[in-house]
């Protein structure tokens, strides 16, 4: 097959999205299929030089925005006439978006099939710069509607998005496909050097790993772990991302502490391995989430998950056995269930196999098998 992926962003900006379209790309390459991505030219932080490239055996097509709308938005409708070459299957990423409508069209003049996946980004507006809500409000009364109508197989990916999708097609065309993680997260570190590597003293780790955006809250973390070094200081607490709008708030509410620690982004599936088998715990207290990716890698390095129980997280995490839920918020919960795990070891040991066991059924590969089959479906 000839294979198109569309998306705002591709690597090397980090994100959920664009690790779930490496995945499916590097095994759709391994099965022979050819492989392209168009997306707009930026990074989120700057526009890119490079505009045609080849990554890891991927043609990706970077096409020019004309404007910036928030840190997740460009609008690039050049799309519309430069996309070019006879796909079998055009497979577009992130609800709410112009390029889907342009696809959309596209599919109906070029004869291509096209499947898009949601990757649930439904939310309030609360936490959106004022500059888009207007938008938001446009995409729910027609733009998604107009959108949707052009989809040939929509991918939700996680049940709690089918009554919102219900609103824009038919049941029919809903298929529920997981995220996933890659097995490498399954394999045992025999010598880990995280701690050696980044000056990090303490006995127990607790993480969190992601990007640092409002909808995440990493900043109710860093608000819990001040309440607990206050009390004691033997758990560190680690802060792995890129800065999407909180790096600096994090930073400094735990300048005044020797045990906390924001480290960055992190690249490497090897070295996030090793980090997540460093830590004790993971953290995710966010405002939303859609289902992410550090979920189920938490779960392969058999850490206990303390997560807010939003969106599709209740969906595959349960309590106890994979970890604990707390409030958006509630910094005391959060502080309670953080000391219950790092003083229950025998507590911390059960969720460990529970976790290792649950994440076996969300290996890449499982996940993978799953969407080729629905493109094979659309073009037999």
């Known amino acids: 097959m000839k294979i198109c992926h569309v998306s705002m962003f591709y690597h090397p900006t980090f994100g959920g999205v664009e690790q779930v ?15 392209h991505v168009y997306c707009c030219d930026s990074d989120k932080d700057s526009r890119l030089k490079l505009k045609e490239e080849i990554i890891e055996g991927v043609h990706v097509h970077r096409l020019p925005y004309i404007a910036r709308l928030s840190l997740n938005t460009f609008i690039w409708p050049s799309l519309l006439w430069k996309f070019k070459g006879n796909f079998d299957i055009v497979h577009t990423h992130v609800s709410g978006h112009l390029y889907i409508s342009i696809i959309g069209l ?11 996946t949601t990757h649930c980004p439904w939310t309030d507006a609360s936490f959106r710069p004022k500059i888009i809500r207007p938008f938001l409000f446009l995409n729910d009364l027609i733009f998604n509607r107009f959108a949707f109508r052009m989809i040939d ?19 029919e065309k809903i298929k529920v496909i997981n995220n ?12 880990n050097e995280f701690k050696k590597k980044n000056n990090i003293q303490e006995k127990n780790m607790v993480l969190f790993f992601g990007r ?32 999407e709008g909180k790096a600096e708030e994090v930073k400094q509410l735990i300048k005044p502490y020797k045990n906390m620690y924001y480290l960055g982004p992190l690249r490497g599936k090897d070295k996030i391995a090793e980090m997540y088998q460093a830590a004790d715990m993971y953290v995710l207290p966010s405002y939303r989430e859609g289902l992410p990716l550090t979920l189920f890698e938490a779960m392969a390095s058999g850490l206990p998950i303390i997560a807010s129980p939003v969106n599709g997280i209740p969906f595959e995490m349960k309590e106890p056995e994979n970890g604990f839920f707390t409030s958006y918020g509630d910094i005391k919960a959060i502080e309670e269930k953080i000391i219950l795990l790092i003083e229950n070891k025998n507590v911390r040991e059960q969720i460990k196999k529970n976790n290792e066991q649950k994440a076996t059924k969300y290996d890449w590969d499982i996940i993978y098998q799953k969407y080729i089959d629905e493109y094979k479906k659309l073009i037999l």
Not at 154 to 170: C, N, S
Not at 229 to 243: C, Y
């Open 180 to 191: 996933g993680m890659d097995s490498i997260f399954f394999k045992k570190i025999t010598k």
């Open 106 to 116: 596209l599919s109906k003049i070029k004869k291509f099939k096209h499947i898009h």
């Open 21 to 35: 379209m490496y995945e499916l790309a590097q095994r759709q390459l391994k099965e022979g299929h050819e492989v």
């Open 212 to 243: 640092l955006n409002p909808t995440k809250g990493p900043e109710m973390l860093a608000k819990a772990a001040i309440n607990i070094s206050k009390k004691r200081n033997d758990i560190a607490f680690v802060w792995v991302g890129p800065d």
């Open 153 to 171: 197989k929509v991918i939700a990916i996680t049940p709690w998005e089918l009554d919102m999708l219900q609103k824009f097609t038919t049941k």
